[in-house]
């Protein structure tokens, strides 16, 4: 059964803090890792897909990387409207279907 | 840009009750998907359809059924809805250009 852990479940930061979410998985055949922000009562918004191992992408000041076991959302210096919920999932199946972490909560404080 | 968009943000309904959610995406994608989302149980896949009037079970399809008739439109059904179905519903649509995209959700209480 394919599993993924998402840690720590609650972050909070200062404005300017950097730090790391980390999104630890075990499948069998990984088709594609992605990750998406979830702001209070809206549904997921995609931010990345990672395909394989040593694959890193940017956008803006989060940067995701990926390794054969987990996978890193670095953010550098945060802002508060970086504040939101952290959302990893794994692919691994021909249909598409994601099996989802239970998030990560980010608070940035100004 | 992809648009999911789900029929309602928030609904009230009576325990007993056949409840609908309609899905509706613009983007000629073939899967879409049902999820429901609970605090500390994260998104757990309820169905989900890869073609017209094909639909498959997820993690748990108990107590729930969906139909596709045309390809843009999903449907969660409720077959008798219970207080244990309160949740927050979301609808996505897989394309190979975009990926996955989300509704902006239905927030369902069952009283």
């Known amino acids: 059964e394919d599993q993924v852990t998402q840690s720590p479940e609650a972050l909070r930061l200062q404005e300017g803090e950097s730090s790391s979410l980390n999104c630890s998985y075990t499948?069998?055949?990984?088709?594609?890792l992605f990750w998406y922000r979830q702001d209070p009562g809206k549904g997921p918004e995609f931010l990345f897909t990672?395909?394989?191992a040593g694959e890193e992408k940017e956008k803006e000041r989060l940067k995701a990387t990926l390794t054969k076991k987990e996978s890193f959302l670095h953010i550098t210096a945060p802002k508060p409207e970086d504040s939101a919920t952290y959302l990893c999932a794994v692919s691994t199946g021909a249909n598409s279907k994601l099996t989802f972490g239970k998030g990560i909560t980010l608070s940035v404080r100004p | 840009d992809v648009k999911v968009t789900q029929s309602s943000r928030y609904l009230v309904k009576r325990t007993g009750e056949k409840v609908f959610l309609e899905c509706v995406q613009d983007?000629?994608?073939?899967?879409m998907f049902w999820y429901r989302q609970d605090p500390g149980l994260g998104l757990r896949l309820i169905y989900f359809?890869?073609?017209?009037?094909?639909?498959e079970k997820g993690d748990i399809p108990e107590g729930y059924s969906v139909s596709r008739e045309k390809k843009e439109r999903f449907s969660l059904i409720l077959e008798s809805a219970s207080t244990n179905q309160t949740s927050m519903y979301l609808c996505a649509s897989f394309g190979v250009t975009y990926g996955y995209t989300f509704g902006s959700g239905t927030r369902l209480t069952v009283v």
């Open positions: 359809s890869y073609d017209v009037k094909m639909k």
């Open positions: 983007m000629d994608h073939e899967n």
């Open positions: 990672l395909y394989s």
């Open positions: 499948v069998s055949g990984l088709r594609g």
